[in-house]
Structure formats: structure tokens, C-alpha cells
């Protein structure tokens, strides 16, 4: 498995015979160089959406036009992509499950922070903001999506057992490194942990160092954009 940071809550991952990317945000993404935008998306297989915001679904309907990867995710915030012309997925829930190919499968659950899109200069709501459980040769991975710690990570952690961690952690919008630490340490038995939504802008945290400081025995990685982690 390769875990691709495309800088702030965007990743592109590899696993088993898919390349999935997850909230895919290029154009305007502080970390992201712009001569290698297709570099990022290359060979996409599929797309999954969290929530609405502009920091994840801005560029997610051209990438899926230009790849051909259908887009999934909760049954508003999907439909909306679809209708807007990006390639159909699977609409779902949380508490569902869905297959990427024949070995991989991405579980819908919780996360708590919000999810509109502007149209017409209002806000739309376009569903629950939400996580996904992806698994795949052998190993559990959680992305938690935009998230503050909540009760709901009790049960994701007992019933799916991820090993690596995916954890928005830059503050302000979501968890910050030490309330990230937290949830960790009480609802997770993870191996490794990969912070996001950080550094992008200077309003959030730029370093992980309370994290790792947090998580003693956890391999906690600063990931570079573009540069894989290898699980």
C-alpha cells in the first residue's frame, strides 16, 4: 500500500489494484505544485468524497471527467457531484459498505464537522460529513475525514480494528495535534498515524511533534506531497 499526501485533507492511495484518491484538491491547494497536478491523479481508479467544503470537492467532478474514476460517497453530497457531471459511483451511507474492484471495500462512517457547497453564493447542505474504513491487502485504514473527537470513534475503533490512521489534526476546523493524540490513544490501537489538514494555511498547526510526542509506540509520519508512504 502507498499513501500519497496531495497536501492538506487530499491522498491519493494505492492499494491491492486500485488508485483511490480521496477528496482530491489541486487547483488553489497551497501545497500542491501546479506542473504536477496529473502526476497526482494518474491512473485514478476512484474517487471518494467526505463533505462538501471547497478544500475537498473544488477540483473532484473535472478529475473524475478527466480519469473516468466514478465518484462515491454519502447519497446527498454524491448525487450533487453526479449531477454536476462527475462519473456515477455509489451512493451510500453510513454503515455501508462498497467494493472498489474485486479487494478493496470502503466502509461509510461518522465524523463530526459540517458539509455545504456554495451555489448561487448560498450555502448548500449537501449531507453528513463523513469517514471511510478501506481495506485492503491485509491492512485497515481510517481516514477520518474533517473531524473533532467524538463517542463514535469508540465503536469504529472496536469494530473495525484499523492498524494506520489517517487524522485530520491542523486545528481550528478539526482536531487539533493533541486532541488528535487523544482520540488516538483512548478509542485506537493504530500502528502508524498520518496527520492531514495541516500546514496548508498559517492559521493551522504546522507541526506534528504533539502528536508523535502523544502517541508513544505509534509510528507517527509527516508526510511530504507526493512522496509515498509504504505500508
Known amino acids: 500500500m502507498n499513501i500519497i499526501w496531495l497536501g492538506h485533507g487530499s491522498f491519493r492511495i494505492e492499494i491491492e489494484d486500485q488508485v483511490v484518491l480521496v477528496d482530491p484538491w489541486l487547483n488553489g491547494n497551497p501545497m500542491m505544485p501546479e506542473d504536477r ?71 461509510m462512517v461518522p465524523a463530526s464537522h459540517s458539509s455545504t457547497t456554495m451555489v448561487d453564493d448560498k450555502p448548500l447542505h449537501v449531507g453528513n460529513e463523513v469517514g471511510f474504513i478501506l481495506k485492503g491487502e491485509g491492512k485497515t485504514l481510517y481516514v477520518s475525514g474533517d473531524t473533532g473527537i467524538m463517542a463514535d470513534m469508540d465503536w469504529i475503533g472496536n469494530f473495525y480494528k484499523p492498524d494506520i490512521g489517517i487524522l485530520s489534526a491542523g486545528g481550528h476546523f478539526t482536531m487539533g495535534m493533541a486532541e488528535a493524540a487523544y482520540a488516538a490513544k483512548r478509542y485506537f490501537n493504530f500502528r502508524t498515524v498520518i496527520p492531514c489538514h495541516y500546514r496548508t494555511f498559517e492559521l493551522l498547526e504546522q507541526s506534528a511533534e504533539l502528536l508523535a510526542e502523544g502517541l508513544p509506540g505509534v509510528d507517527v509520519i509527516e508526510p511530504q506531497v507526493l512522496e509515498p508512504v509504504s505500508l
Do not use: C, M, W
Open 37 to 107: 497536478h496529473e502526476e497526482a491523479i494518474a491512473g485514478a481508479t476512484h474517487i471518494l468524497v467526505t463533505h462538501g467544503h471547497f478544500d475537498h470537492i473544488t477540483d473532484v467532478v473535472a478529475i473524475s471527467k478527466s480519469t473516468g474514476a466514478p465518484v462515491s460517497g454519502i447519497y446527498e453530497l454524491a448525487q450533487y457531484l453526479h449531477g454536476q457531471g462527475a462519473v456515477e459511483g455509489r451512493t451510500y451511507n453510513v454503515g455501508g459498505t462498497i467494493g472498489l474492484g474485486d479487494k478493496v471495500t470502503a466502509a
